[in-house]
């Protein structure tokens, strides 16, 4: 995709068999429901009268084996079209209660995890609390519309293979990750989402769908107290079903470069070099995004002046990704129209040893902290943005991470980054992609990955 409230006294017998309250220090608290192990957050903001709902779910497409490619991202939308008690086929559908309420509503689904959140009036909280427990536990999965939605995500799935910087990052990670999870496309494989049937889907609902493998998370113009009985109230009774460990495949050490050739009709000249790096709760994702900026974080990056200024390339820009196995650092350049992928990349790897070889020096990463702690502040301003960064650190491993980001980054040191850039920067974890216009008689050929 992409009522009143209720008061009601917290259930001291609940209440005293739970673990007790737990903070970070930065006003969030957190709490586990005795009776199925339920996680909740907590975070007042008192700004305007709204409140903010968020279910987390541990599963996303690493969570998926072969022949069921994309039954993650298919479930989210079936999360929409009826339980047992908001069904729109008798008018009172989960978008037909919210809309008019003015809510923002709607759910993501990606490598680590699917996740729902409603953004509504503090006085309809209550209500968007019995819809998402009623769906987790109550999900209709109707065939016929199962019929019809799959027809929906195909046109979403075919609009991605319309896009080459889509193309691009899909050969990046299928060619970094060749036997991993994350080396398939969140959206999943064509041929298994033409097959999907009721009982797929029912059966990917049934393992992850249920409230010990969930993070509930309240913020707004809600009260701690109120926010632990609300969430006793509608997902306490709620029955846990553990589930033996889900056997993914990991990947092997990366023992050498590995190379990719994407074309697609009119699409810009890209170069991308992409270091395989440890999984998002790894203390060196920190320094890693100091690095990237030092790379390609504004005009006085390193790669800005090494490829814009010489007019080898019109833009660079870095990408980090923070999962909870490890992920990419990606490194990437829009080649100049008069200039060869061969020239950047080459641009690029200068620069990348330079670095390696000379270091860094302490006012380029002050200069990228003070960036990237700008970026945290004025992006957390409102329940919404708040949620959508807290769900990524709770897809990580470890909520807290989202709270303690400022302050992990400002310990970064040259030192730190210097580290990371010989531990990470290195040609047998790298994998080299260009994207190239099929009709650009100058452009390399593809090459099997």
């Not at 209550?126 to 929906?152: F, G, S, W």
């Not at 050969?171 to 999943?188: D, E, K, N, Q, S």
């Not at 990366?254 to 998002?280: C, D, F, H, K, W």
């Not at 030192?415 to 990470?424: F, G, L, S």
């Given at each position: 995709m992409d009522a009143t409230a209720?008061?009601?006294?917290?259930?001291?017998?609940s209440a005293a068999s739970a673990s007790p309250p737990s903070g970070d220090g930065g006003g969030w608290q957190a709490h586990r429901l005795a009776g199925n192990g339920m996680n909740v957050l907590h975070l007042p903001m008192r700004t305007a009268p709204v409140a903010l709902l968020m279910l987390t779910y541990d599963v996303g497409s690493r969570h998926e084996a072969d022949g069921v490619r994309g039954a993650s991202h298919m479930l989210e939308h079936m999360m929409f079209k009826g339980s047992a008690a908001f069904d729109p086929r008798r008018g009172n559908g989960i978008l037909d209660l919210l809309l008019p309420l003015g809510a923002q509503a709607n759910a993501t689904t990606w490598y680590d995890r699917t996740h729902?959140?409603?953004?509504?009036?503090?006085d309809s909280l209550?209500?968007?609390?019995?819809?998402?427990?009623?769906?987790?536990?109550?999900?209709?999965?109707?065939?016929?519309?199962?019929?019809?939605?799959?027809?929906?995500v195909l046109n979403e799935?075919?609009?991605?293979?319309?896009?080459?910087?889509?193309?691009?990052?899909?050969?990046?990670?299928?060619?970094?990750?060749?036997?991993?999870?994350?080396?398939?496309?969140?959206?999943?494989?064509?041929?298994?989402?033409?097959?999907?049937q009721r009982d797929h889907l029912l059966a990917h609902y049934r393992r992850h769908y249920r409230p010990d493998n969930a993070t509930l998370t309240v913020l707004g113009d809600v009260g701690r107290d109120e926010a632990w009985a609300l969430a006793e109230r509608h997902f306490g009774a709620?029955?846990?079903?553990?589930?033996?460990?889900?056997?993914?495949?990991?990947?092997?050490?990366?023992?050498?470069?590995?190379?990719?050739?994407?074309?697609?009709?009119?699409?810009?000249?890209?170069?991308?070099?992409?270091?395989?790096?440890?999984?998002?709760?790894?203390?060196?994702?920190?320094?890693?995004?100091?690095?990237?900026?030092?790379?390609?974080?504004?005009?006085?990056?390193?790669?800005?002046?090494?490829?814009?200024?010489?007019?080898?390339?019109?833009?660079?820009?870095?990408?980090?990704?923070?999962?909870?196995c490890p992920g990419l650092l990606q490194l990437g350049a829009v080649v100049h129209p008069e200039c060869e992928h061969a020239q950047v990349e080459q641009a690029l790897r200068a620069a990348l040893d330079e670095l390696r070889r000379d270091g860094v020096g302490d006012e380029e990463v002050a200069r990228a902290k003070a960036r990237i702690r700008g970026s945290l502040l004025t992006s957390r301003d409102g329940p919404l943005a708040v949620a959508m960064q807290l769900n990524e650190a709770i897809a990580c491993g470890d909520w807290r991470g989202y709270?303690?980001?400022?302050?992990?980054?400002?310990?970064?040191?040259?030192?730190?980054?210097?580290?990371?850039?010989?531990?990470?920067?290195?040609?047998?974890g790298l994998t080299v992609a260009y994207l190239v216009d099929t009709f650009d008689a100058r452009a390399p050929q593809a090459v099997s990955a």
């Open positions: 209720a008061r009601s006294s917290f259930d001291a017998s729902y959140f409603s953004l509504v009036p503090r209550e209500l968007v609390a019995q819809i998402e427990a009623d769906r987790m536990n109550h999900l209709n999965l109707d065939p016929a519309q199962l019929e019809t939605e799959k027809a929906v799935f075919d609009r991605h293979l319309g896009d080459p910087v889509e193309l691009l990052h899909q050969a990046v990670w299928r060619t970094a990750f060749a036997r991993h999870a994350y080396g398939v496309p969140v959206l999943g494989v064509r041929e298994d989402i033409a097959g999907f709620l029955p846990a079903r553990p589930q033996a460990a889900f056997a993914e495949t990991p990947e092997p050490e990366q023992e050498s470069e590995r190379r990719t050739v994407v074309e697609s009709a009119g699409a810009p000249g890209i170069v991308m070099l992409a270091y395989r790096t440890p999984a998002g709760v790894d203390p060196d994702l920190d320094a890693l995004e100091v690095l990237g900026l030092v790379l390609a974080g504004g005009r006085a990056s390193r790669l800005h002046r090494r490829l814009i200024a010489a007019g080898l390339a019109t833009e660079v820009w870095p990408s980090l990704a923070r999962l909870r709270a303690a980001a400022a302050d992990r980054i400002a310990a970064v040191s040259a030192a730190d980054v210097e580290r990371v850039a010989q531990r990470y920067l290195s040609d047998r």
